[in-house]
């Protein structure tokens, strides 16, 4: 399966980290059919992704906003963020076209 995804290694946040802080991950669905697509991150109270999950038709592309929320103190200038972006996705087979997103996802969990 082919979701195509910008940038493809890391997502740079620019200082003052006191504010919010942001970037965009674009995912574009190369293949024939539509996919499913889940955000995830190892720090989910230190991020705001939206959307988070959704759908994307053959061809077309999202934009996900990625916001850093506001730090209490700024990091050391050789400070190494350890936080890490899971990009789930899944082809949606026309069965599955109907489907609510959340069932969707149910059901990839259930067969993982």
Known sequence: ??????????????????TLTQDVLRLTNKNNSPVAFKVKT???KQYCVRPNAGRIES???VE?????????????A??????????????ITP???????SELWAMVEREA
Not at 78 to 91: A, E, G, V, W, Y
Not at 95 to 101: A, G, K, L
């Open 59 to 61: 061809g077309d592309a």
């Open 1 to 18: 399966m082919a979701l195509v995804y910008e940038p493809g290694d890391a997502l740079v946040f620019r200082q003052p980290f006191k």
């Open 42 to 44: 190892t720090a989910p």
């Open 78 to 91: 050789d400070h190494k963020c350890r936080d890490k972006f899971l990009i789930q996705s899944i082809q």
């Open 95 to 101: 069965e599955m076209d109907s489907m609510p997103m």
């Open 64 to 76: 996900v906003q990625i916001v850093l929320q506001p730090m209490q103190e700024e990091f050391p």
